[in-house]
Every structure is written in structure tokens, then in C-alpha cells.
């Protein structure tokens, strides 16, 4: 079975690569009233290769879905997909970019729902990108 996934992730980077090289633009929404961007379902859907190489052709890690005005990094540690989560923070430190604390629609940031959820392999990775969850965090005694 694992296997079985393994080669389903390889096929996914594929397709991916293949549609990139052909032209398409990774931060066009698909036509949902939600307004998905790909980037968006890498992120939720724990594809960190396939999130790492949209990333590299240019897909916003800001974008936010118009239906739950929430961004991808939100979504991989609600998730529970710690690499989603590392190869957005990493990429957000080359753009000099925030995404950590950043607050969906309600104003709780990612560490609270991931503490929540009970992934603590995301909250390390959230505190590794210096989530300032210890100051506005409602679940502070967790983060510190």
C-alpha cells in the first residue's frame, strides 16, 4: 500500500511538471465558487512536492481561498502536513514573507488549530518559523 502512494506522489510531481512546462499559471483559480488556487490544494491535500515545485514557477504563498478566505499554510497545519507546512515556511523566509502568524477569517492563527488537532510535528515546525504563537495563541500553555 505504501508503496502504492509513493508511486501516486511520483505520478502527481509528473503531471505537475508536464503542466507547468506547458504554460499553466499556478496561481489561476479553478472555476469553484471557492476560488481555489492549486498551491491551495498541494497545501491541504499534503503534496509538499508538488507544493514545492508550484512554488518554484511562481505560486503565491499568500493566496487565500475565497470561500474560506483561508491560506494554504492554514490548511497544511490544519491538516496535519508538517512538510506542506516546512516548504511554505521555507519559501516564505526567501520571500521575506510572514506566514506563520498568519489569521483566518475568526483570527486564530495556524498553531491554534494544529495544537488543537493534536500535530505537534506542525507546531514544531510552526515554532521553528517563528510563530509568535506564544503572545496570541489561545492555547499558550501548549506553545510554550
Known sequence: MLGALRTYEAVAVNIAKIILSRGARPNTADGT????????????????????????????????????????????????????????????????????????????MPCSITIKMGHADVVGVLLEGRCRCASRCSYVLFCA
Do not use: M
Open 33 to 108: 465558487p471557492a476560488a481555489v488556487a492549486a498551491v491551495t490544494l498541494a497545501a491541504q491535500s499534503g503534496r509538499a512536492e508538488v507544493l514545492a515545485l508550484l512554488i518554484e514557477h511562481g505560486a503565491n504563498i499568500d493566496h487565500l481561498a475565497q470561500g474560506s478566505l483561508t491560506q494554504p499554510v492554514w490548511l497544511a497545519a490544519q491538516n496535519g502536513h508538517a512538510k506542506c507546512v516546512a516548504v511554505l515556511v521555507n519559501a516564505a523566509a526567501k520571500q521575506q514573507k510572514e506566514i506563520v502568524d498568519a489569521t483566518n477569517k475568526l483570527g486564530k
